[in-house]
């Protein structure tokens, strides 16, 4: 099961995931990394002042930008102990360095999902799942057909997707509906109060999932759910946002690029694969540069256990379309459509979910009670983030403010009626931050 999500450049936040996976079975529940949900137990402190200004070098020494190209390391570091393993190391370690890792079962061992979701013999528990969800109806996506860089979808009741799944493994892993795979099923925005997991220290400052909360709309929480042979096609998280994923049962297998990487694996039309393990990768006229793209990081993930995929690496779903790209689609009635770059905005929100004026809005109502904290001083915010947290995530917020307000194309947008202006939030948060991480 997959509990699950920030461009790179823009957020330094995830998604979570955790999925339920036997051999030739697989139940996922995925929600976005950070995700907020209640805490069965207290959680510590999970940033200290050393941790801060030990970020703050970090992020100094970027010159506000990000990373170059990386190189997949050789292995996977596996955490094995909660108890030896703190949120400062998880930053020094990881975050910061923006590398995998896989926690241990032990992160995971008093979910209810793992309780409840799990027969004795380790397999996903269809008589519960179909007692509990049997009427809700679920997105269903087709792994055997692609459109674009992802697979149609449709909807039905879960008890009909059951019925579909074990039909399928009756019928030797085999079915002329083809394989079906649940995705992207809101089971915790749907069911806030069922004990599915507890949000582990390390992905409490979840950005987006916070902001959508505030708005009670909707979540980057989702569940996966599908029999052997399900899966998502090559994609990065959405924003380029960090990711967690978990396990309930079973064994799941991570094929993972490292940020630019996956420039290198890019069509001679400049399109990313749909599937990196295709022979067509293989061919240098449809692929001039996969030559330089160097092998995944190959991760088999055990139950329970939990998966860190860093921001902006992208690993075997669908890749947001930004607003160079719709630019370009668009480009040749650049002078003869009206209020062009308003036209660009439209599309890419249609598109991707986002433009620049939500992206601002998605900005300040983070940077507001992020600064609520500082002012405060001893305050904490709902989930619990305490003052070096809300310094650290202010220090972020800062460095993509600044880089949008410059921006060419937000520059364009009408802020007349943005409160506060841009420049007056991000003044706000240079000298709120300037004051915490004074001596």
């Not at 370690?93 to 027969?119: I, K």
Request: net charge negative; charged share 20%.
């Amino acid at each position: 099961m997959r509990v699950g999500p920030k461009p790179q450049a823009l957020v330094q936040r995830k998604r979570g995931a955790f999925c339920l996976l036997v051999s030739r079975l697989v139940l996922t529940v995925s929600a976005p990394a950070e995700v907020r949900r209640r805490v069965l137990r207290p959680v510590p402190s999970w940033m200290d002042r050393e941790t801060l200004a030990l970020a703050d070098r970090h992020f100094r020494g970027l010159g506000g930008g990000v990373p170059g190209i990386g190189q997949a390391p050789g292995r996977v570091a596996f955490v094995s102990e909660p108890g030896d393993f703190s949120y400062a190391d998880f930053v020094r370690g990881f975050l910061l360095p923006n590398l995998p890792c896989v926690f241990s079962s032990a992160f995971t061992r008093g979910w209810g999902s793992r309780r409840r979701w799990v027969t004795p013999a380790g397999k996903p528990d269809f008589d519960h799942l179909l007692r509990t969800y049997g009427d809700v109806v679920v997105p269903v996506a087709n792994c055997g057909v692609q459109e674009y860089n992802s697979n149609p979808k449709e909807h039905m009741p879960l008890r009909d997707y059951i019925t579909y799944w074990k039909e399928y493994i009756e019928g030797g892993y085999s079915s002329p509906r083809g394989c079906l795979y649940l995705k992207d099923w809101h089971l915790c925005r749907d069911f806030p109060v069922e004990d599915v997991f507890t949000l582990p220290v390390y992905f409490s400052s979840d950005w987006l999932n916070e902001f959508w909360d505030a708005l009670d709309v909707d979540d980057y929480r989702f569940v996966y759910a599908g029999p052997a042979g399900s899966w998502s096609p090559f994609h990065a998280d959405i924003f380029r946002s960090f990711s967690w994923s978990v396990n309930v049962c079973g064994r799941k297998k991570w094929l993972l690029f490292p940020p630019g990487q996956e420039e290198a694996l890019r069509d001679r039309h400049g399109n990313l694969p749909y599937d990196v393990t295709s022979p067509a990768l293989c061919d240098t006229h449809l692929h001039p540069r996969s030559q330089l793209a160097g092998p995944p990081l190959e991760i088999t993930q055990e139950a329970g256990e939990m998966v860190f995929v860093p921001s902006g690496w992208h690993h075997q779903v669908h890749n947001l379309q930004e607003l160079c790209a719709v630019q370009e689609e668009v480009s040749e009635w650049r002078d003869s459509m009206p209020d062009w770059h308003h036209h660009c905005q439209v599309i890419m929100r249609s598109c991707s979910g986002i433009n620049f004026e939500d992206f601002y809005h998605f900005l300040k109502v983070i940077a507001e009670k992020r600064l609520l904290v500082l002012r405060e001083a001893a305050a904490e915010d709902s989930a619990g983030l305490g003052f070096e947290q809300a310094a650290f995530d202010a220090g972020r917020i800062t460095e993509v403010l600044a880089s949008l307000v410059v921006h060419p194309n937000f520059q364009r947008v009408d802020t007349s009626a943005f409160s506060p202006q841009p420049k007056e939030l991000l003044q706000q948060l240079r000298e709120a931050v300037d004051a915490a991480v004074a001596p």
